[in-house]
């Protein structure tokens, strides 16, 4: 992880964290058996599926579940971003976009931006932190985007 | 075979129902969301979930599941989805929790460009005490009828 501040040996809490601050972090591959192994699972569609049928779909070939990205996305932010961050998890998120599709043989990263700290009247121990990410290939294109919200403790007295 | 036209606003259709075991919820979060309180029953009961809890992420997974399942029930002509504009994950899933989900249409309408139309949809996830646990707003993509761009 790069652009990590305070140093990459403490933990950052609510306070530390700078609206603009940015990460980049991580490194996944992806695999033609994980994708499908997933869409067995999770989404079934001919187009996660078989690479026969999906390249007569209009995707042209294997493309990875939109929650398979979500799912290896937050596999890179569970690596590199929450042991150095006192976060207690995600409320959620907004604005999820599947820009481009995720094919066998990408390898995906992450660049994430604080983007607004809200702090809480009702739980003043902890705050609410928007990070925008980009999830990226191997040539740096965004493949998938979101805004996660995630609480992070303030620091303690 | 249904297609964008047969979609109307307020329809509301219930996707179907999971119950989630111990087993599926620590094999998802082992590989995509090692946390502690997904993945070790010790420290979660310890954290402030008070025990084990389902990734938002694979609970988002389940409701897919239920989707596809559904598309196929109907015979949709499902096209994907260019994306969520929120999730809200506002309680916890905990082992042995059945999830239903039921989604509604808000709107919809037709691609300028393809011959696709659009369904933003809101998908309720209640668990068996009807609380719910998590909602979705999102964006559905179909098949129009005629095959034609307008």
């Not at chain 1, 601050?21 to 994980?34: D, L, N």
Request: glycine letters at 8%; hydrophobic letters at 40%.
């Amino acid at each position: 992880m790069t652009g990590a501040r305070p140093a990459m040996d403490g933990t950052a809490f609510f306070d530390d964290l700078e609206v603009g601050q940015q990460w980049r972090f991580g490194r996944y591959e992806v695999t033609r058996e994980e994708i499908v192994e997933f869409a067995r699972q999770f989404d079934p569609q001919p187009f996660h599926l078989d690479e026969a049928a999906a390249r007569e779909s209009l995707y042209g070939g294997l493309i990875a579940s939109g929650w398979h990205t979500g799912a290896m996305f937050i596999r890179m932010v569970a690596e590199c971003m929450t042991p150095r961050v006192a976060t207690q998890g995600a409320i959620g998120f907004d604005d999820l976009r599947w820009i481009k599709p995720v094919r066998p043989g990408d390898v995906l990263s992450v660049e994430s931006t604080v983007r607004e700290k809200i702090e809480s009247r009702q739980r003043p121990e902890r705050g609410t932190v928007k990070i925008e990410s980009r999830v990226l290939d191997q040539r740096g294109e965004p493949v998938m985007s979101l805004v996660s919200l995630v609480i992070v403790m303030r620091r303690p007295s | 075979m249904r297609y964008f036209e047969d979609f109307a606003t307020g329809e509301r259709t219930t996707l179907g129902s999971h119950t989630m075991t111990e087993a599926e919820m620590l094999a998802y979060a082992r590989k995509y969301d090692p946390q502690s309180f997904h993945i070790d029953a010790d420290a979660a009961r310890r954290s402030i979930f008070g025990g084990l809890i389902a990734s938002g992420w694979h609970t988002c997974a389940i409701v897919m599941r239920l989707s596809v399942e559904a598309h196929r029930r109907m015979d949709a002509a499902g096209a994907g989805s260019p994306g969520v504009e929120s999730c809200r994950w506002l309680k916890p899933v905990r082992p042995g929790d059945t999830v239903t989900a039921v989604t509604e249409v808000l709107e919809t309408w037709p691609s300028r460009s393809r011959p696709i139309g659009f369904a933003r949809r809101r998908t309720e996830v209640t668990n068996q005490h009807g609380e719910t646990v998590l909602t979705l707003v999102g964006i559905s993509m179909y098949r129009r009828r005629d095959g034609a761009g307008a």
